[in-house]
């Protein structure tokens, strides 16, 4: 039987003030003082008082985050005059993991939304399937609405995409748009490639089987 964890002191320091801090720094959305009190089993009063405590502490010793009470519960942010730091490194790290399909599909994305994915993969080339899952999963597109006709899903950008760019809006994007060439025509060319490629993929095996010796 499984059992309930409980405090204990570490090196002199506070238990509950430790445990506090620890839950804090794992929730993504603010955790009241009634919660926390029931999970660490004290007074409600208590966890009041020390959240009270640790915020103003964390002020004074001028750390790079503050404990904050938003709403109906308490979660700790990052101290404003560090933001454009922070904005900076999420910006960054966002691109470094991102490979270099990856960017140059949302720039696609970005620039001629709404696009469809055989849009896309017209405009780059090659198949595009993989590396839009990727963008989807991670929030960084979308799907909206679908192309007459065919019923194809159009692709736009997300907002978590501006946040992430550190924009405000699209209009913010560097003018590049007229450097894209036309889609109808990339399509009718693309269709044309994969058609190519395809009877040239044929002949090559017509030939290959020619060049064979018969096994009769």
């Known amino acids: 039987m499984e059992h309930p964890p409980t405090l204990s002191m570490s090196q002199g320091a506070d238990p509950v003030r430790q445990a506090v801090e620890a839950i804090l720094l794992v929730v993504d959305s603010p955790v009241s003082a009634h919660t926390l009190a029931q999970v660490l089993e004290v007074p409600t009063a208590q966890i009041a008082s020390l959240l009270q405590e ?86 960084l597109v979308h799907e909206q609405g679908s192309e007459p006709g065919t019923g194809a899903h159009y692709y736009c950008t997300t907002a978590y995409f501006l946040e992430r760019m550190g924009l405000t809006s699209l209009q913010q994007l560097p003018p590049i748009v007229p450097h894209l060439r036309d889609i109808d025509g990339l399509e009718e060319q693309g269709a044309q490639a994969v058609d190519l490629r395809a009877r040239t993929r044929v002949s090559e095996q017509a030939a290959t089987c020619q060049q064979e010796p018969s096994g009769v």
Do not use: K
Request: net charge positive.
């Open 54 to 139: 640790l915020a103003a502490d964390y002020d004074a010793a001028g750390r790079g985050f503050q404990l904050r009470e938003v709403g109906q519960g308490w979660r700790l942010f990052t101290r404003p005059e560090c933001a454009a730091f922070v904005e900076r490194f999420v910006a960054e790290s966002m691109v470094t993991r991102l490979t270099g399909a990856a960017m140059e599909t949302l720039a696609v994305v970005a620039y001629r939304q709404p696009v469809t994915r055989s849009q896309i993969a017209a405009i780059r080339g090659v198949n595009v399937d993989g590396v839009m899952r990727t963008l989807l999963s991670r929030g």
